[in-house]
């Protein structure tokens, strides 16, 4: 249906775009006559005031066509500069720019059909704050928001340029491990800590990561089934205990 619709409207833009092209080159085409006419008015009877004249006519057709021609291409610019931003938003989280969940669904779309083919499958791992909201609540924004800091710098260094971290929105993010199997994932797991240390200014406070997995069955046939699933799985029992219980408190 939104194919049928872009085909349809492809058609229609095209015929637009022809109609200006034709405006303006006829536009071109009287300005040229017109001046055409002046400068050999001038020619034929050479007089100051023709001079003046023609030399007027020429300034003005220059000034009008550089102006069209400044026109078009500042907002041909101004437009790309637009469509990348939107572009960019679309695909890029605020926070630490990067990948959102759009990105997410769309490398899922990507990666699904080649995992069924090649019967390769890949591993999502969804890791986040444990009881983000309340450790905000207790102990304010700022506090919150190094820890999840903390956490993102940890997924980074982890995350091998084969693979693709992603920000799925608060405290949550998923990790894409392509090509591995649900086994061959704790490898990357047992590398991720149990625990993210945050200083309240006067010690070192321990925020829990809870991790769930989930590997792709190479049934699925829809991307937000394969991420849903994933969020629906149950987390995985923690490995490490916080070493202080100041934030159970």
């Not at 629906?232 to 159970?248: N, S």
Request: aromatic content about 6%; glycine content about 6%; proline content about 3%.
């Amino acid at each position: 249906m939104q194919g049928n619709e872009q085909s349809a409207e492809r058609p229609e833009q095209q015929g637009h775009e022809t109609r200006k092209h034709l405006i303006r080159a006829a536009l071109l085409v009287g300005w040229g006559l017109v001046l055409a006419v002046q400068v050999s008015q001038t020619v034929r009877h050479p007089s100051t005031s023709n001079l003046i004249v023609s030399a007027a006519f020429c300034l003005l057709f220059l000034v009008v066509n550089v102006n069209l021609f400044l026109v078009g291409w500042l907002g041909s610019r101004s437009w790309r500069r637009v469509s990348t931003k939107l572009h960019g938003a679309a695909y890029l989280s605020e926070f630490h720019n990067l990948p959102n969940r759009n990105y997410v669904l769309a490398e899922l779309r990507r990666e699904m059909p080649r995992a069924r083919t090649h019967s390769a499958p890949f591993v999502l791992i969804q890791l986040s704050l444990e009881n983000i909201d309340s450790v905000r609540e207790r102990r304010g924004d700022e506090f919150a928001d190094r820890a999840v800091n903390g956490l993102v710098d940890v997924l980074k260094r982890l995350t091998r340029s084969s693979d693709f971290l992603a920000h799925l929105g608060g405290a949550r993010f998923c990790v894409m491990l392509v090509e591995c199997t649900l086994e061959q994932s704790y490898i990357y797991l047992k590398r991720v800590p149990g625990t993210v240390s945050v200083s309240d200014g006067r010690q070192m406070l321990d925020v829990a990561v809870t991790a769930r997995v989930h590997q792709y069955d190479l049934e699925s046939l829809y991307a937000t089934d394969v991420l849903r699933d994933l969020e629906e799985t149950k987390p995985l029992r923690r490995r490490e205990q916080p070493r202080m219980d100041a934030l159970a408190a």
